[in-house]
Every structure is written in C-alpha cells, then in structure tokens.
C-alpha cells in the first residue's frame, strides 16, 4: 500500500479491497484492532455484480465452499452465506460502466465469508459459472457501507465487531 496523507503516523488499512474493488475500507492506528477483523471470527460481506443471471444452484454452491486456487494450490473455500440481489442499495451507486447491455444481463449475489484469501469472491463466482465484473465490499462486521460517511471517523468503542 502506497503513503496514508493526512492520516496520523501508523495508520494502516484492515483487510485490502483490490484495485479493481470498491467498498468499506477501514483504517485505523491500533494493530490488535486490525488482528481482530481480519480474524476468521468477523463477517465481511460483498456484493458482486456476475455475468450472467446467477442461478439458485450457483448461489447454493458458493454457500457450500467450492474449490479455487491460492498459492498454487487447490483449496476449498469454507460454506458462507449467499444470496440473489434483487435490489441494490443506494449506498452502491452506480460505479463505472462495466459493459455496453449488448453483451449479455448481468446479475448481483451477496456473500458472506470470515476468511479472505487473495481475491477469493472473483475465484468463487468464476468456479460456479459467474465471472465477477464489479466487486464491492459493504460490511465488516456490524459496520455498513449505507450507515458510514466516507472519511467519517469512529471510536473503537462504536465498532461493536
């Protein structure tokens, strides 16, 4: 990650969004804190926009685990939540124009993992059919994208992880 300006000395991101992702970011200066999220024990949910209109089946799919590749191995993602989005909220927006509506429909899913392997939800929706286009993070633990104002800051005693 490149500098932090006009942050205090120390600060650091919790978790990473890819370059090619959007979504709730969280920095903060208190390392245990950053421990803490990124553990297996806080949810991280994703909203991914797929090519395709994503079935029942893929959605019960992604909930069961299903094998991707990390480190050069094969490894079997641990069951999540997922579900169909039939409505986005507005706190999504309309983000950069993924591709012209002649080249297919596109679709939204929800998922919920409290691990995060290195770009694991793209690896997901690929294995079960569903390429991701647009990828955005919109909680982490009890903290909302819809509920946060960008830049706003929070005490840890209101993280309530």
Known sequence: MGELYNFPEGTMAIGRLDEDSE???????????SEIVRS???EKEYYA?????ITPEAVTQLENGVEIGFKGIRYTTKPCQSKIITQLPESIGEGRRIRDERHGPTSWVSITLTEGKFRQVRKMTAAVGFPTLRLVRIRVGSLTLQNLKAG??????????
Not at 26 to 31: A, I, P, R, V
Not at 152 to 161: C, D, H, R, T, Y
């Open 23 to 33: 979504g709730l970011l969280l920095l903060t200066t208190d390392g245990m804190m």
């Open 40 to 42: 297996q024990t806080i």
């Open 49 to 53: 926009q797929v090519d395709g209109i």
């Open 152 to 161: 706003e800051v929070l005490p840890v005693s209101q993280f309530n992880l």
